[in-house]
């Protein structure tokens, strides 16, 4: 009996012992870091921080690219799994394409895309063919920082639109398609059955992929330092430069313990706003 | 419990280290070649023919001082150590004076400002220079027509570079001078060991003297004409190599793609010089033999044999690093590294040299360090901000990391008695 009730705790020992010692430890650790200065505990590091000339670029960039890229990846993995509703044949291959990205590493894609938009680039050879510029056009510099924001984010739109969209699908599968029918007979046009019947139902899945895709765009890192280098400075790519190059691991720690801070009320904020209202039964 | 877990790991790592070396083989520890291809190189190539066996034993920079530490006190089991010249001002209390040395150094042609480098600043020899790298120009030959007139690549200006580049512009249309500002580029390297020390003479007491505002002044006029794709440059031989770039500053190991495989395209130059002087930074590595060295007869022989010129020859072929002693470079060696070798011959041995060296005494703030010079450049060349005030903020930041290393000026920039203070 003894040996019953404590069998479960045995079986989810290792994943719990896992997690506190891969990722509870070096959190309070990133912690105790981020606020040891050399005269002992404060906020020096995180003046530091404050301080540095990066420092309002790398938060502007980061949430302007978050608040740009989510809604779009939201809004297109949306019609995506929609499209795929009424797919019959080929379902698979369609859903499989649109996955590919989800298998390609962070840093590749931004190799690929950098490849793609740097001067002698691919983009670059299709519109001096076309006949739209007469020489090598940079567009990845900080001469040109709309262009480059908008490289970013298609880079960043591409790479993991994947994410939101495999989340989604599983969501949309989840419901029964006689809700739709039923709405159907009572003479809801589509727009009144995608907006009244599908996206309540739905909301769970957004909920969940909203705060998956959120903390991961928060986390934005290799795509924009191989397309962006040092001219989009973001939280992520701060807290490596003064971990790596600075060598100053306090305020390297700094920007990890802000980061985690920023991404823990993107959830909470995205919690709240999607939380089951009264009546529903999510 | 971390710390034991630290010391149980430390622990296994040293019992690999001692176990890969043989009893009877003599213990060199580096902090140079320290990646696997390059480590079996110098055992397979360069200490081959070594009259002492030796194990060869790669050991990280910032562990370097602790690892040495340790075996002074405990086993004594290190008889030789490879190091930047850097990274050996520190331990100078660990080590053996070399001056039975002295004589081999003088005979081999070592440049005597490399030599008196390797005092650090006693009056003994305390390591003997081991071999050299540095960074320089170098040039695509399609830029050659566009040097302005009377000018001589050997003896370049930085007033003749930016006409130069604005030559070309005006020819090509395009920016076709580069720098490596990218993220992982060296461009703090470039502005603390060649620009800089150029105007003022020194890099850390000038910081905002009259001389460095002329100097940011002259430089933004120059960056006109400066690839704006610079910012995202890390090795410049690949800009280079693709044609995006026609002049190029960088370090010789981030050249080389370009000069080894197209050495009939490309030539190699000395750095610029400015107003007080050609300044560049020698990459110095030294040996040097700690005082509880169990073999020191043996490390002497291994000395003696790393310096020979033949063996300087098979560490250029096997590294890149370049001869610290006279030495006539074989007819057969590869032609893009003939043309690198005869551009640090030349940037070290021209009238105005100005040797820089890399930061001394900084230890764990080197990084805070050039991130002072990067930021500096980023604020006054690409965010165009007030020169002087720029300076009197970063001079200020540049004193917080200097005061918390409690690190002394180092050459060019006079002696200090304490910690180096910023004009």
Redesign the interface.
């Known amino acids: 009996m003894r040996g019953q009730t404590l069998r479960p705790y045995l079986l989810i020992m290792p994943s719990l012992a896992f997690l506190l010692l891969l990722f509870f430890v070096p959190l309070v650790q990133t912690v105790a870091l981020a606020f040891s200065t050399?005269t002992g505990t404060g906020v020096g590091n995180f003046v530091q921080m404050l301080d540095d000339?990066d420092f309002r670029d790398s938060v502007r960039n980061t949430f302007g690219l978050v608040l740009c890229v989510v809604p779009l990846q939201l809004l297109a993995a949306l019609g995506m799994s929609m499209m795929l509703r009424h797919v019959r044949w080929g379902r698979d291959i369609i859903l499989w394409i649109w996955t590919i990205p989800l298998g390609i590493s962070d840093l590749a894609a931004g190799l690929v895309w950098l490849a793609i938009l740097t001067?002698?680039g691919y983009l670059n050879t299709i519109l001096f063919e076309v006949g739209v510029i007469s020489?090598?056009q940079?567009w990845?510099?900080?001469?040109t920082p709309g262009a480059l924001f908008l490289a970013i984010l298609t880079a960043e739109f591409w790479r993991a639109t994947a994410i939101v969209f495999v989340v989604l699908v599983a969501g949309v599968q989840l419901i029964p398609r006689e809700y739709e029918e039923a709405a159907s007979v009572f003479g809801a046009t589509a727009w009144q059955r995608f907006r009244r019947v599908t996206l309540p139902l739905l909301r769970p899945s957004i909920q969940t992929a909203l705060i998956l895709r959120t903390v991961l765009a928060f986390e934005a890192f290799a795509v924009v330092?191989a397309v962006g280098?040092?001219?989009f400075p973001v939280l992520v790519?701060q807290a490596y430069?003064w971990q790596f190059?600075?060598?100053?691991y306090n305020v390297a720690a700094c920007y990890a313990v802000l980061v985690t801070l920023v991404s823990l009320a993107a959830t909470l904020v995205i919690l709240i706003a999607l939380r089951p209202r009264a009546g529903e039964s999510a | 419990m971390f710390k034991k877990l630290a010391i149980l790991s430390g622990a296994i790592i040293l019992s690999f280290t001692i176990a890969e070396a043989r009893a009877d083989e003599l213990n060199f520890l580096s902090t140079q070649m320290r990646p696997l291809e390059e480590a079996q190189k110098a055992r397979a190539q360069i200490l081959k023919g070594s009259p002492v066996p030796v194990a060869y034993l790669p050991e990280e920079p910032p562990q370097l001082p602790i690892h040495l530490r340790a075996d002074e006190q405990g086993a004594h089991t290190i008889s030789l150590v490879g190091a930047l010249h850097g990274e050996l001002a520190p331990l100078a209390s660990m080590l053996q004076p070399l001056d039975q040395e002295d004589k081999l150094i003088t005979q081999s042609g070592v440049p005597e400002h490399v030599a008196k480098l390797a005092k650090l600043g006693t009056d003994h020899l305390m390591y003997v220079p081991w071999m050299q790298a540095t960074y320089i120009m170098a040039a695509n030959k399609k830029a050659l027509p566009y040097l302005p007139a009377g000018a001589n690549l050997n003896t370049l200006t930085y007033a003749q570079l930016s006409e130069w580049a604005a030559n070309a512009e005006k020819a090509t249309?395009?920016r076709v001078l580069g720098f490596p500002?990218?993220?992982?580029g060296l461009m703090a390297r470039f502005l603390e060991g060649y620009l800089l020390p150029s105007y003022t003479g020194g890099v850390v007491v000038g910081y905002r003297s009259a001389d460095a505002v002329s100097m940011w002044d002259a430089y933004k006029a120059l960056w006109m004409h400066v690839s704006?794709?610079s910012?995202?440059y890390n090795f410049m031989q690949e800009p280079l190599l693709?044609?995006?770039v026609l002049i190029a500053w960088d370090h010789v190991a981030r050249l080389q793609n370009a000069f080894r495989s197209k050495p009939d395209d490309f030539v190699a130059f000395p750095a610029p010089a400015g107003p007080k002087g050609r300044a560049f930074m020698p990459v110095l590595v030294g040996v040097a033999v700690p005082k509880t060295a169990p073999n020191t007869s043996g490390a002497l022989q291994v000395i003696d044999y790393l310096l020979k010129p033949e063996t300087q020859i098979t560490t250029l072929r096997a590294s890149s690093f370049f001869p610290v002693v006279q030495v006539a470079l074989p007819e057969d060696l590869d032609p893009g590294l003939k043309l690198e070798g005869a551009a640090v011959a030349a940037q070290q041995g021209a009238k105005d040299a100005l040797p820089t060296l890399l930061p001394v005494g900084l230890g764990?703030?080197?990084?805070?360090f050039?991130?002072i010079f990067v930021?500096t450049f980023?604020?006054v060349v690409?965010r165009n901000q007030p020169v002087k005030q720029v300076l009197n903020r970063e001079a200020e930041d540049m004193q917080r990391v200097l005061d918390?290393a409690k690190a002394p000026c180092w050459s060019p920039d006079p002696a200090s008695e304490g910690t180096c203070k910023v004009k």
């Open positions: 050399t000339l001067d002698k020489g090598p940079s990845l510099t900080y001469e330092l280098g040092r001219n790519s430069l190059t600075n060598q100053n | 249309g395009q500002a990218g993220p992982t704006p794709n910012t995202n693709s044609g995006d764990s703030h080197g990084g805070e050039d991130k930021d980023q604020r690409l918390t």
